[in-house]
């Protein structure tokens, strides 16, 4: 098995990094924000700024095909550019824009609806969220009760969404809610676009332990989505939802982003030389399952350049990259002992607090885009073809 990339696909990833290079500097290492918080208004300015030279460059989304604005690239250069970003802690294209909504609407998205939306994501001129948790269906997505009704040509919409990132600055929603009640509970849901300035929505912050504001929960009253807003067919909106699940766990910069983390990790540990054997042994552990992470990634990386769809295979990646960060982050704070828990502006802050942060951080990792108990179960279902029950 070939695990390297050919020689085209090098010189792409030198682009990239020759552009990173000329725009940020040599010694960039990151923004580095006063009290920076999950989700500052500066951070997510900044970011937006980026995003833009991305798009007049027409970088925002390689993979996607020329005729919507995108480069006509295969999926493992989308892979290369997603790792180059992450590595170098560039903000990319809005994850959620491009790499859910997008693909999801280039499959299942009518003419019109790729015609409306997908030029102002190339563009960066939307954002989206995603409306998919409720306050009593997390896990158990299937069992949401936000609930449409047809009139007319609208849909109206009430009930509740909760954990939604970003939705405090998106333009549109993708949303699954309920059509009908009496069906069977995966087969009585819709896929809609809604777009969050309608009358009848009302964002609310959810203000996570670091501070910092990029979950909310949203209310819709009464809220009328016109129907050729609906993506595939009425009812059968779960399985539009969870092609976009699959796009979401496939990414292969989570464990570019470990890497670079780790590689900070390494220096910190060259200038403080009194690391025991334990934290020796933690350290070459933890190289190899980064080193796991990104095989794994590049295994559904594999499967998408085959034309497959890769499904308990994303689950599996999803689910050992979110753990990693979680075990990473809790083998940096206890090599450091004390210091571990000094927060980011603190003077006595080792690596700017950077461990301290990202052990509160990643606590979401292995819930966020479904739980570590979900991807075990659709691995153990769809992978192993255990039962259910």
């Known amino acids: 098995m070939d695990f390297e990339f050919n020689t085209d696909q090098e010189a792409w990833r030198n682009e990239i990094r020759g552009w990173i290079r000329d725009e940020f500097g040599e010694d960039w290492n990151g923004l580095d924000v006063s009290n920076d918080e999950e989700g500052s208004d500066e951070a997510w300015e900044f970011s937006k700024g980026i995003r833009s030279k991305l798009a007049e460059k027409g970088w925002t989304a390689p993979a996607w095909p020329t005729e919507h604005g995108g480069m006509g690239l295969s999926f493992a250069e989308q892979a290369i550019f ?180 780790f590689e900070d990790f390494i220096d910190y540990l060259g200038e403080n030389p009194a690391a025991t054997r334990e934290a020796k042994l933690g350290v070459a552990d933890t190289a190899i399952n980064i080193e796991v992470s990104r095989m794994l990634s590049l295994r559904v990386l594999s499967m998408q350049q085959g034309g497959l769809a890769p499904n308990h295979e994303a689950s599996v990646a999803k689910m050992f990259s979110s753990e990693l960060s979680q075990r990473f982050a809790r083998f940096g704070i206890n090599t450091m002992g004390s210091y571990g828990q000094v927060r980011k502006g603190d003077p006595y802050a080792q690596m700017k607090g950077w461990f301290t942060e990202q052990y509160m951080s990643s606590v979401p990792a292995t819930i966020a885009g479904g739980s570590s108990e979900i991807q075990r179960g659709i691995i153990a279902t769809r992978g192993l073809g255990l039962p259910r029950a």
Not at 129 to 135: D, V
Not at 222 to 234: A, C, F, T
Request: charged share 25%.
């Open 82 to 261: 997603n790792e180059e970003l992450a590595y170098h802690r560039v903000p990319g294209p809005d994850l959620i824009s491009v790499g859910y909504v997008g693909p999801t609407l280039l499959v299942y998205g009518t003419d019109d609806q790729k015609s409306q939306f997908l030029d102002d994501i190339v563009n960066s001129r939307a954002s989206w969220c995603q409306g998919y948790s409720e306050p009593g269906s997390g896990s158990d997505l299937a069992s949401l009760q936000t609930r449409a009704v047809k009139d007319g040509d609208d849909y109206v919409i009430n009930g509740q969404k909760i954990w939604t990132s970003n939705a405090h600055r998106a333009d549109w929603m993708f949303a699954l809610v309920r059509t009908d009640p009496d069906a069977p509970k995966h087969r009585g849901i819709t896929y809609l676009l809604v777009d969050m300035n309608t009358p009848g929505i009302t964002v609310r912050p959810l203000i996570n332990m670091l501070g910092g504001h990029g979950f909310n929960e949203v209310f819709f009253e009464d809220v009328r989505v016109p129907v050729e807003n609906r993506v595939g067919e009425e009812n059968r909106g779960w399985y539009v939802g969870m092609a976009t699940m699959d796009f979401e766990r496939s990414a292969l910069s989570g464990s570019a982003a470990l890497r670079r983390n």
